[in-house]
């Protein structure tokens, strides 16, 4: 079945700064795969998601990077906000029916 | 229909009493999860339903859990004689059954804490 993973439990930037939260999959069958940013007491919100005939995609202020080559992908933020401090976890599907989650990245963001 | 609904936000309860939660999806979603959340790390996939039925089981989901979509709506997940180790959040996600559709949306979940 499919792992995910995270390669840093946490990380501290500046605001302004750009933030970059990666992470590595074991399924190189994996298709599709979901960025999903939780604040504290909320349940996982929706990011951005990219498919495997993808390499890069870009929303607003985001951009998820897949490579297939070693199996990884990354979550980049941009001029990090306070407001984006919160655990990113990324997730990739098992089967047809559901999705599987890393242990997550805690991203904090200082004045 | 603001989104997944879930019930009690928080529930405490003593070892070995009855716990039962419940989960109202966006209305046009036909496929619910449930997932359980320990501290630090991310979600467990523990069931789901298509409509009515509960097609899959996590192996996390011992006899002690069971869950319920009775008219295909709102689900119930139910654990008898809580064990201090079932201290978790129950997430609960509905999506919209399409091909390579993984678009959940998750409700703020049931904070289940044993004593």
């Known amino acids: 079945g499919e792992s995910v993973g995270l390669h840093l439990p946490t990380l501290s930037v500046q605001e302004g700064d750009n933030s970059i939260i990666n992470c590595a999959y074991s399924?190189?069958?994996?298709?599709?795969f979901i960025w999903y940013k939780q604040e504290s007491g909320k349940g996982p919100q929706f990011i951005i998601d990219?498919?495997?005939?993808?390499d890069k995609r870009q929303g607003q202020r985001v951009t998820v990077l897949l490579n297939k080559t070693v199996k990884h992908l990354s979550l980049q933020i941009a001029a990090t906000q306070p407001g984006d401090s919160a655990v990113y976890f990324c997730?990739?599907?098992?089967?047809?029916?559901?999705?599987?989650f890393g242990t997550g990245t805690r991203l904090q963001v200082f004045p | 229909d603001t989104g997944v609904s879930q019930d009690p936000r928080h529930k405490i309860t003593k070892r070995g009493q009855n716990v039962t939660f419940r989960c109202d999806p966006i209305?046009?979603?036909?496929?619910l999860y449930w997932y359980r959340q320990t501290l630090g790390q991310g979600p467990e996939f523990l069931t789901y339903?298509?409509?009515?039925?509960?097609?899959?089981k996590s192996r996390l989901l011992s006899d002690r859990f069971s869950a319920e979509r009775p008219k295909g709506s709102f689900s119930t997940l139910e654990i008898q004689r809580t064990e201090q180790g079932d201290s978790a959040m129950y997430l609960c996600?509905?999506?919209?059954?399409?091909?390579?559709?993984?678009?959940?949306?998750f409700g703020s979940g049931t904070r289940l804490t044993v004593v």
């Open positions: 990219i498919r495997s005939n993808m």
């Open positions: 339903f298509q409509n009515e039925a509960q097609l899959e």
């Open positions: 997730a990739g599907p098992e089967g047809a029916d559901k999705l599987i």
């Open positions: 209305s046009e979603h036909n496929r």
């Open positions: 399924n190189s069958a994996s298709d599709y």
């Open positions: 996600a509905s999506s919209l059954e399409a091909v390579g559709n993984y678009g959940y949306t």
